[in-house]
């Protein structure tokens, strides 16, 4: 008998804004740009992609967009979706 498996989706475990914001971070201390873009993208499906946007003063499908694997999101979207997830930008 065949075993079923299903993809493996981050985004279904990040329930809180602490994961999100510890998922946010690994990503930033080891991954490149693009890496964080797609995080963003995770941790937006986590908490809502209609949540996020709204509290980022962006459209929903402008918001899908700009984390899509083609998109290419300015640092003014970027700050403001890490803001609407609960998080900050640092630089240390």
């Keep these: 008998m065949p075993v079923k498996t299903k993809k493996f989706d981050i985004a279904e475990h990040l329930n809180t804004t602490d994961d999100i914001r510890d998922f946010l971070n690994e990503v930033a201390a080891t991954g490149d740009e693009s890496d964080f ?3 963003l993208n ?3 499906r986590a908490m809502g992609m ?4 709204k509290k980022a003063g962006v459209t929903r499908a402008s918001l899908y967009k700009s984390l899509s694997e083609n998109g290419n999101p300015g640092f003014i979207t970027i700050s403001k979706v890490t803001k609407a997830l609960g998080c900050r930008l640092n630089v240390a």
């Design 37 to 39: 873009i797609h995080a």
């Design 42 to 44: 995770t941790a937006a």
């Design 50 to 53: 209609t949540e996020v946007a």
